[in-house]
């Protein structure tokens, strides 16, 4: 009996997401295939992305994408991710063959305010260091790097631990709170 072999398809990111005054992006790696069906940023219902999003807003969780992503229009915060295509059978990061950076260098120049990139999982910042930094596409020093547990259903880690480092590490660009003031 023959056993079928699965060919990679290239697979495609979506546009970026950039809110008026974002000075922070948030980069995945690739969509994954519930992402692609459904034409919606972290669309499988396991990934802890909006989640964490929410809690960090201090909002429930919106059932609707439109509503996830006022979330981040909410914090100001753009979103998109590291690979305009790459080869990949599946949803794995690992499984990512011959990719191609978006066009980041045109990016940064549309949005310069934008000048801290968070990378939702280690295998993101890698791609950006290795196809973005060491071709020289950005400077290296115009930009925060700032990593975080990947919110795939993959990366095993609590949700409670992943949200406390999310946190304490995307504190700084969170919107100041509203603060309380009571009648005299």
């Known amino acids: ?13 979506f546009p970026p997401f950039v809110p008026d005054g974002a000075r922070l992006i948030i980069l995945g790696t690739l969509p994954g295939e519930e992402s692609l069906r459904l034409q919606q940023y972290y669309a499988h219902p396991r990934n802890h992305f909006w989640p964490l999003i929410a809690a960090l807003a201090g909002k429930r969780m919106p059932s609707s994408f439109a509503g996830r992503v006022a979330l981040l229009q909410g914090n100001r915060w753009a979103l998109w991710d590291v690979l305009e295509g790459a080869e990949r059978i ?5 499984a990512i063959r011959n990719p191609t950076p978006n066009a980041f260098g045109k990016f940064f120049s549309k949005y310069p305010d934008i000048t801290s990139v968070a990378f939702n999982g280690q295998k993101a910042h ?6 973005v930094i060491k071709p020289g596409i950005v400077a290296n020093d115009r930009l925060t790097a700032i990593d975080l547990p990947s919110s795939s259903p993959l990366h095993t880690i609590p949700f409670e631990e ?23």
């Open 126 to 131: 890698d791609l950006f260091r290795r196809y």
């Open 90 to 94: 599946g949803s794995s990061d690992a």
């Open 1 to 13: 009996m023959a056993i079928a072999k699965t060919s990679p398809s290239i697979k495609y990111s």
């Open 162 to 184: 992943k949200l406390a480092v999310w946190h304490d590490r995307l504190a700084p660009y969170l919107p100041p709170k509203p603060q309380n003031r009571r009648a005299k």
